[in-house]
């Protein structure tokens, strides 16, 4: 699932700032890219049958498959996940299949629901530091795929692995109670990064938060110690306008901002058919999505 360290999707070493500018223009900016859903799970019979057999399950024992802590327990599940990871996959990467497994079943589950933003929401996002005063989380579906402009967010799996461009976030969400039956929401993300058209994989960060009353928003504290959050790291890239994430709180900052906009500006959020892959796609561009998506724009414009 994972570059070997030092080398970018294609095997050769990661491109420098100048190169990621350049890389932008190829993606349409209105069209949603392959996702990371239908790179692992679209072909084969998960859809047809191991899904459903996973779901099948969870209603028969009563569990909510939304709950990270009690998927890991479906018999169904456990034994899929098994089949996909490769016999070598070293130990620290079994987590980060079973967190992917987790959300392309949800994903599934809730209806395929993906959200692409343009760019220029993008950098609003980042430059207009929207504040979220008096915003409770929310989510439009239980799962979603948000889907970032290309190659311009730039992260790592790793201090000593190079950046990698973040192609977008899972977000599932759950309710729950602790144990003073105060109700909270967990919240369940997996960046994907490095999905490139000469690349059978892609790398992926699992991480978590819990929201609700009395939680503090992570998404109002600063994304780094030292610095401008998204501040770019990559050598050139602030000649490009690009942006880099260091942090998880970053990464919860960014998603928690693009679904506020997208809650409360539902006038730029427009669903669209999958592109005509034969008719728009072009040589040298990302790969184009087979599914349905919302479009997220910036004032309707």
């Not at 998927?71 to 992917?100: C, H, K, N, Q, W």
């Not at 309710?175 to 992926?204: K, N, W």
């Not at 034969?278 to 087979?290: A, F, H, N």
Request: glycine residues 10%; contains cysteine; negative net charge.
């Amino acid at each position: 699932m994972r570059n070997e360290p030092g080398e970018g999707p294609d095997g050769v070493p990661r491109v420098d700032g100048a190169d990621a500018a350049d890389e932008q223009g190829g993606a349409e900016a209105d069209t949603a890219r392959l996702t990371p859903y239908e790179l692992a799970f679209m072909d084969g019979d998960f859809e047809s049958r191991v899904f459903p057999m996973i779901l099948d399950e969870a209603e028969g024992r009563g569990e909510d498959p939304a709950r990270r802590e009690r998927f890991v327990f479906l018999g169904t599940g456990g034994d899929s996940i098994r089949d996909i990871i490769p016999p070598d996959a070293p130990p620290e990467m079994l987590e980060e299949y079973r967190a992917l497994f987790y959300h392309a079943f949800n994903f599934w589950r809730f209806g395929r629901r993906l959200y692409v933003l343009d760019q220029a929401v993008a950098r609003y996002l980042v430059e207009g530091a929207p504040r979220l005063e008096d915003w409770a989380f929310s989510t439009p579906y239980d799962t979603i795929y948000l889907q970032l402009p290309p190659n311009l967010f730039w992260a790592s799996i790793g201090t000593d692995v190079p950046p990698e461009p973040v192609d977008g976030f899972f977000v599932t969400v759950c309710p729950g109670c602790d144990p003073l039956d105060m109700e909270f929401t967990d919240v369940q993300m997996l960046m994907v990064l490095g999905i490139h058209r000469m690349r059978a994989g892609f790398s992926v960060v699992p991480f978590d938060t819990e929201v609700g009353d009395g939680i503090p928003p992570v998404w109002t504290e600063p994304g780094r110690d030292a610095g401008m959050d998204f501040e770019n790291v990559l050598p050139g890239g602030e000649i490009a306008g690009l942006y880099s994430i260091l942090t998880t709180a970053e990464a919860l900052k960014l998603v928690a901002r693009a679904l506020w906009y997208i809650e409360t500006h539902t006038e730029d959020v427009t669903p669209a058919p999958a592109p005509e892959r034969r008719t728009r796609e072009r040589p040298g561009s990302p790969p184009y999505s087979r599914l349905d998506f919302h479009r997220v724009r910036l004032g309707g414009g």
